[in-house]
Each structure stands twice: as structure tokens, then as C-alpha cells.
């Protein structure tokens, strides 16, 4: 589905991937995008960053975690623009980077909430809207650690895989309908993930910046072009960036070793 004169709904579009793929979606000559985050500062950025296209972005301060903030959702959308005509779950948190043992229940669960329960109520609550149009387009954003174990990450990683497994899903179940849907999964990608999820100190961030310098990151934009490349194609799935490509591939190939390369590169993160 082109994004061309369509209304588009665009989860975490106050910061990093969420915003970039919002404003790519303008660019590509969306109708109306409807930016939800929980920061309703970081929204306002988001349509001051749109420039021209401002007037065409309306702004949802909604939690994920709430579902009655979630039903109420489309309503707003509708009201505003007219129409929804498809949406892309960037919306996301990652975990402290310690080994399961050591993360707690209530930081395991709130992973759990936001990034596969948020997962399901957005899709619980638009496709009745969804299957009445013409034609529609549902996203969702996994990771590369749905097939790439990252230790530190383990939480995180097992809510992306359920994720990308609820993504396939549901595209089988709508087989037969004008609903798509996609899953893609971004390798290194420079955001302020951490930060926005609380999952670091100052002293772990600096530790991750350090590690991260060794390594070749995406920017969010050039990300996001592949993201709405996946939204337009009704891609299957889709690793984006040339390490979450490279370890799809590897994974298939040699899981143990991929995933025992992984762990040697993570190892300074968990002490």
C-alpha cells in the first residue's frame, strides 16, 4: 500500500525511529499521520521537525500499557483526519542490560506490557477499522534480538520475538483481506533508546557508547527509509541494517556460533 493520501498512525514518534519513520511517511506524501508517544514534549518536536507538513500531524499522548487509552485511540484518529488507514508500532523499551537472574519481575513485566501487550492492544483495537478499508497496512518493529540472542538483553529480545511471531500470525490470519502486515527487525541503530526506557545509569551509558563506537550504527532516518520501504512492499519481514541482515543470515546458517559471537562482543556489558 502506498502511504501516498493515506493516514498513517505512527507509535514512539516523539524520538528515534519512531519520528524519523513519521516524517518519512510525510515525505512520501502521507495524507494525515497521527504521532503517538508518551512524551507530549518529544511530540511537539516531532511536528515542529515537519516543517511545512506540520498542519498534516496531530499528536496522542498515549501509554501502550493502557488499554482504554489505546481503545480510545482510533476514535481520535478518525475525528481528526476522517480516516486510519494503517499504522506503524515502533513503540518500545529495552531492559537493563543484566543477566535475567538479576532483573527483576516488575522490569521484566513492564518489557512484557509495552512491547508485546502494546503490540497486541493497537492491533486488537484498529483492525475493525482496518478491514473497512479500501485497502490498509499494519507494521510492527521487532529486532535483530528476535533471532540474535544478546545476553543483557534477554527480556527484550524473547518480547521481539513475540512480536515478530504475532506479526506472521496475523498476516495469515488476513490472508483474503485488503489488511497487510509486516515485521522488521533494525540492527544498531543510533537512538536514545536507552535513556527513554530508564534502563541505564550514567555509568552503564558511557560503557554502552564505548561499545557502540566499535561498531558501524544505522542513523534512525536511514533506518526508517527501510521501515516504510517494508510498509509500502507488505514485506513478509525484513531485517533492517547491514548487521541485522548479515546475522539473519548467519543465524539460519550457524546458530551457535552467531549466537556465541554475540556473547563474546557483549560480554564487557555485563561485568
Known sequence: ????????????????????????????????????????????????????????????????????????????????????????????IIQHFVKINELSY????????????GTVAMYKEFIPFLLKRPEAQILNVSSMGAYAPVPGQTAYGATKAA????????????????????????????????????????????EMEASASKIKMQSAEQAA???VDAFEKNKFNAPVGSDASTMYRLIRLAPEWAANLIQKQMASLLG
Open 225 to 227: 527509509v527501510k521501515i
Open 1 to 92: 500500500m502506498k502511504v501516498n493520501e493515506k493516514v498513517i498512525v505512527v507509535t514512539g514518534a516523539g524520538s528515534g525511529i519512531g519520528r524519523a519513520v513519521a516524517l518519512e511517511l510525510l515525505a512520501r506524501g502521507a495524507k494525515g499521520i497521527a504521532a503517538v508517544d508518551m512524551n507530549p514534549d518529544a511530540l511537539a518536536e516531532t511536528v515542529t521537525l515537519a516543517g511545512a507538513n506540520a498542519s498534516k500531524v496531530s499528536t496522542h499522548t498515549v501509554n501502550l500499557t493502557d488499554r482504554k487509552a489505546v481503545a480510545a485511540l482510533p476514535a481520535a484518529v478518525i475525528k481528526t483526519h476522517g480516516q486510519v488507514d494503517g499504522y506503524a508500532n515502533v513503540a518500545g
Open 106 to 117: 516488575e522490569e521484566f513485566e513492564k518489557v512484557v506490557n509495552v512491547n508485546f501487550w
Open 163 to 206: 512480536v515478530r511471531l504475532f506479526t506472521e500470525g496475523i498476516r495469515s490470519e488476513l490472508a483474503g483481506t485488503k489488511v497487510g502486515a509486516s515485521v522488521v527487525f533494525p540492527g544498531a541503530t543510533a537512538t536514545n533508546i536507552a535513556t527513554n526506557s530508564g534502563a541505564m545509569d550514567a555509568a552503564a551509558s558511557a
